[in-house]
């Protein structure tokens, strides 16, 4: 029998127009809280909502709003100045992935008394200001896990970082956020999603757990590409995608990304270039190079993209997965390709360089090495 150790939040809330149940839970916390967010989102009231709803339930806001692509590391310092200053007693994270991770270190600098530096350099911090997540997007993937991924401006990379355990006390996670994307963000949000279930099926710290959530999750995620593409205007794919993100985070809680999520994410660091339309590139590649690692999920892989499979451990039917894959790309008004992206070859050198320290890696079957990091982005290219 297998083991595993599962850490999720306290509380998490999930659906449509769940957003008000945020004001109860953070005044469960105390009655000052700092919003962590990106300017953007005062589109669509995003931000005066959540303010409103705080503060009908006597909770006093002060609001950092002012991140941007390209914020530097150090500005996880001056936030959590400024959480100290105002003695705020709860922080949340309002946004997409980046936003969270710099939320989620800000949560741990303010209260450990440390310096954004301090998690780069690998110490982890002991405590944590109370954090709650509130993702505008059903891209999610460490939201059950104590990481974080942060741009290192100085040294022109992207950093994971460690924090403190227990750091995410809650979760809302409200499918009305996912109706305000556009619909080629929605999509390439899917296959970002979906690089991240694949190899968090294939990965060998996987358990029976793990395995049903994600290969669920592929499932999911492939028919809501499908449905979006279809009619992207029928919000219904939004929420399969939204749900199937939470049930990709949920396994990705006892296993982890590997190739794909750490060369994403080190583009995305060197680059500042959209980290899921990356993801969606690199997904295919991917999927080869996990393929002979362990034909039979391979085989389970093709199976959950709707390829016909004769025998679902037959090596025959494993490289059907990547040609499934290939087959949703060709109906994604996506870029196909990195070169795409305005990038060459030797730029995505650089990137795969970076990717080498990125603690992902041991998520891979059989390891990893540089050259096999090389190879796959020019294969990409």
Not at 134 to 139: G, H, I, K, T
Not at 294 to 307: F, G, I, T
Request: glycine content about 8%; some cysteine.
């Amino acid at each position: 029998m297998q083991t595993f150790s599962l850490r999720v939040p306290s509380s998490i809330v999930f659906g449509q127009d769940v957003l008000p149940q945020l004001g109860q839970i953070a005044r469960d916390i105390g009655t000052r809280a700092l919003i962590v967010s990106e300017s953007v989102l005062h589109e669509g009231q995003h931000i005066s909502r959540v303010v409103e709803i705080l503060k009908r339930s006597g909770v006093e806001t002060m609001i950092y709003d002012e991140l941007m692509p390209g914020s530097p590391a150090s500005t996880v310092d001056d936030i959590a100045s400024l959480a100290r200053a105002s003695k705020a007693q709860s922080v949340i994270g309002l946004g997409g992935m980046r936003v969270l991770s710099i939320a989620r270190c800000v949560a741990n600098v303010a209260a450990d008394r440390k310096r954004i530096g301090d998690l780069m350099e690998g110490h982890v911090p002991g405590s944590s200001i109370p954090y709650i997540e509130v993702p505008s997007s059903y891209r999610n993937h460490l939201l059950m896990r104590p990481e974080a991924v942060i741009n290192d401006t100085l040294a022109g990379r992207a950093r994971m970082v460690h924090i403190a355990p227990g750091t995410v006390q809650a979760a809302v996670i409200d499918t009305a956020f996912t109706q305000t994307l556009s619909s080629k963000y929605a999509l390439a949000a899917i296959m970002d999603t979906l690089l991240a279930a694949v190899e968090g099926y294939y990965a060998p710290t996987s358990t029976m757990f793990s395995d049903t959530l994600l290969l669920r999750a592929t499932r999911e995620l492939h028919a809501a590409a499908l449905a979006g593409v279809k009619n992207p205007s029928d919000g219904r794919f939004r929420m399969q995608a939204a749900e199937a993100g939470l049930i990709t985070a949920m396994g990705l809680s006892v296993t982890g990304q590997g190739i794909g999520g750490g060369l994403a994410y080190a583009i995305n660091g060197r680059f500042s270039l959209p980290k899921s339309w990356v993801a969606g590139i690199l997904l295919p590649h991917v999927v080869e190079f996990l393929t002979p690692r362990n034909v039979e999920k391979a085989a389970r892989v093709a199976a959950a993209l709707d390829e016909p499979v004769e025998r679902i451990i037959a090596a025959d039917d494993a490289p059907r997965a990547a040609r499934g894959i290939r087959k949703l790309l060709t109906q994604l008004d996506l870029p196909p390709r990195l070169r795409d992206l305005d990038v060459t070859v030797d730029d995505l050198s650089l990137a795969a360089e970076d990717a080498t320290d990125f603690p992902l890696l041991s998520n891979v079957p059989g390891g990893v090495s540089g050259a096999d990091l090389q190879q796959l982005v020019a294969a990409a290219f």
